[in-house]
């Protein structure tokens, strides 16, 4: 599936967004290795806090359904945002976790514009899985 279709998808995700406070409505498509879209859309709080991001709710929806990490192909997103929107830090973070570092990042508007990153260009020197791995027997 190619960048502009992952980011159709993304756009149908966003149909859903839960966003009473901020009305910003963000979208997220994630495609597996079998060729299988998840969608996620944000999911707004009034306590705001527990607000969950579109692309985190594709993540732990996939994860949920039984997908393994590392064996996501891309993740499209998108905004009604002038330029192509860009993932908050807690995002990244979660991308870090669950994604390979090259896995490809497309992000989008609602006006058709599109820019593609990685999940390691996304967080350059992020603390990860082997870093805690690492530091485990030092204490
Ligand atoms: N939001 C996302 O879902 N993804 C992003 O990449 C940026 C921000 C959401 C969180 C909140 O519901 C709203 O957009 C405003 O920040």
């Keep these: 599936m190619d960048s502009a279709l992952l980011l159709q998808e993304a756009i149908k ?8 406070y901020s009305h910003f409505g963000v979208g997220a498509a994630l495609l597996d290795k079998n060729g299988h879209v ?11 806090g527990p607000t969950n991001c579109a692309e985190r709710t594709a993540l ?3 994860i949920a359904d039984g ?12 905004g009604n945002t002038d330029g192509p ?3 908050c830090g807690v995002c990244r973070q979660v991308l870090v976790e669950l994604c390979d570092p090259d896995m490809k990042i497309i992000m989008g508007n609602m006006k058709g514009d599109m820019t593609e990153t990685t999940v390691r260009d996304l967080l350059p020197g992020a603390f990860g899985p082997s870093d805690l791995e690492s530091g485990k027997s030092k204490n």
């Design 60 to 62: 732990f929806r996939a």
């Design 38 to 48: 998840h969608h996620g859309c944000n999911v707004e709080n009034a306590a705001y």
């Design 13 to 20: 995700a966003r149909a859903n967004a839960y966003t009473p």
């Design 85 to 87: 929107i860009t993932p």
């Design 67 to 78: 997908h393994k990490a590392g064996s996501f192909k891309a993740m499209a997103v998108v």
